[in-house]
Structures are given as structure tokens and as C-alpha cells.
């Protein structure tokens, strides 16, 4: 039962450094999101995908992008860290908004920026 | 004004009390909504969908009020591991849009 698996867990960057986080989900979703939560917040979505090949912007998307070429992959680059891009990210899928689009998450990826 | 906002509390209650959180939405257009409970440091995981009809799960009861655009949510009989932050999400007519509340975070203590 492995659902959205997010990886690294952890990581720690310098100001400007890049890296990328990957997010991989078994439940055949069409629909993946990344969100970040900051301390007290609820989560911001920054991008997400509703199929295959396609990505659109949701409400905080300076600063990072994203690719979906395979269903079950998506990935969140970020070309050079700031640190306002400290976060708790998560990643979520869903199915069809036929069932209401329940999003399923990833345990998180917790990010700092030096 | 935020699309989606909820009391932050906290909420501080002793077990076995009976405690009730609201979320208002901005957009008339939503179609679906739904509590999440979040542990701390932990992911956020679906709690109940919420009906027009209103719904009950255990010790949990969820109410859609669409003409006042607000939900909310009732724990009876609460549970030291009840304790946790509670947020509210209302889904746009449009795919993919979302919008998670701040959260209501609820301490339940002996």
C-alpha cells in the first residue's frame, strides 16, 4: 500500500543551489498537486496536473517548476533556492472529479534554505 | 478576504466534551468539501466528506449550509487522540482547484 511516495524526506540547500523533488503514486490518479505549508498555514497549492504531459500554475508558483511525463510521476524543480522557499512540501493525488477529487498525500519533503 | 477561513483556535478541551468548528467559503460555485485532520509534522489525511444532507461518522457529524457558504464540524465525546488540527477544503468547479483552510487546531486533555 505504498499510495504517494515523496522523495527526500529531508533536505537542506544554499541559497541558489537547485534540486528537484519527486513525487510517485500508485493509484493510477489522473490528477497530482504539490503544495507547500508554512508554519502555522494551511497548504498553498504551487502547481498541479491533470493528466499526463500537462501542468498548469496554482495560487504560489514563482520560483518553481514542474513536469509530469509519466502518469504516476511528478516532479517540483527548483532552479535556485531562496530562503522563502523554506517549507514543508507536499505532493497529492486524486482521480477523476467524478468522486469528488479526495486527495491522497505524501508524507512531505521538509526543506531548508541557508 | 480569504476564500476559505477557519477559526485557528486553539481549542482546548477536556475529554468527553463536545467541540464544533466552522469554515466559510467565498465562492458560491464550489462543489464539494471535506474536513482533513492533520497530526503534527505529519500529512494530511481525509477525515469526512461533507453532504448537502449532512453526515455522521462515528462521533463525528459534518454540515453543508450553502446559502450561508459555510461547514462545519461536530466531535462528540472527544478522545485524548483527537487532539490534531482539523482543516476544511472546498473544491471550485474547475479541475484541480482546491483551497485548504488555515486549519483549527484542537487539544484534547485528561
Known amino acids: 500500500n505504498a499510495g504517494v511516495t515523496q522523495t527526500p524526506k529531508f533536505r537542506v540547500l544554499k541559497t541558489g543551489q537547485s534540486m528537484t523533488l519527486l513525487c510517485a503514486q500508485d493509484m493510477n490518479h489522473e490528477y497530482m498537486y504539490w503544495y507547500r505549508q508554512d508554519p502555522g498555514m494551511g497548504l498553498r497549492l504551487i502547481h498541479y496536473s491533470v493528466g499526463e504531459g500537462t501542468t498548469a500554475k496554482g495560487e504560489v508558483p514563482d520560483g518553481y517548476n514542474v513536469s509530469r511525463l509519466k502518469k504516476q510521476n511528478f516532479l517540483l524543480g527548483l532552479e535556485s533556492a531562496a530562503p522563502s522557499q523554506t517549507s514543508v512540501y507536499f505532493c497529492?493525488?486524486?482521480?477523476?472529479?467524478?468522486?469528488?477529487?479526495?486527495?491522497?498525500f505524501g508524507a512531505g519533503t521538509r526543506l531548508s534554505v541557508l | 478576504r480569504k476564500e476559505v477561513e477557519q477559526d485557528p483556535g486553539p481549542f482546548n478541551v477536556p475529554e468527553g466534551a463536545t467541540v464544533a468548528f466552522n469554515c466559510t467559503y467565498s465562492?458560491?460555485?464550489?462543489?464539494?468539501f471535506f474536513w482533513y485532520r492533520q497530526d503534527c509534522r505529519k500529512e494530511p489525511k481525509l477525515l469526512m466528506s461533507v453532504y448537502s444532507s449532512g453526515n455522521e461518522d462515528g462521533r463525528f457529524t459534518a454540515q453543508l449550509n450553502r446559502a450561508s457558504q459555510y461547514i462545519s464540524l461536530l466531535i462528540r465525546d472527544s478522545k485524548l487522540s483527537d487532539s490534531a488540527t482539523y482543516l476544511c477544503?472546498?473544491?471550485?468547479?474547475?479541475?484541480?482547484?482546491?483551497?485548504f483552510g488555515d486549519g483549527t487546531t484542537l487539544t484534547v486533555k485528561p
Open positions: 465562492n458560491s460555485a464550489s462543489q464539494s
Open positions: 497529492a493525488s486524486s482521480s477523476s472529479m467524478v468522486v469528488g477529487n479526495i486527495q491522497y
Open positions: 477544503v472546498v473544491n471550485g468547479p474547475n479541475a484541480g482547484k482546491s483551497t
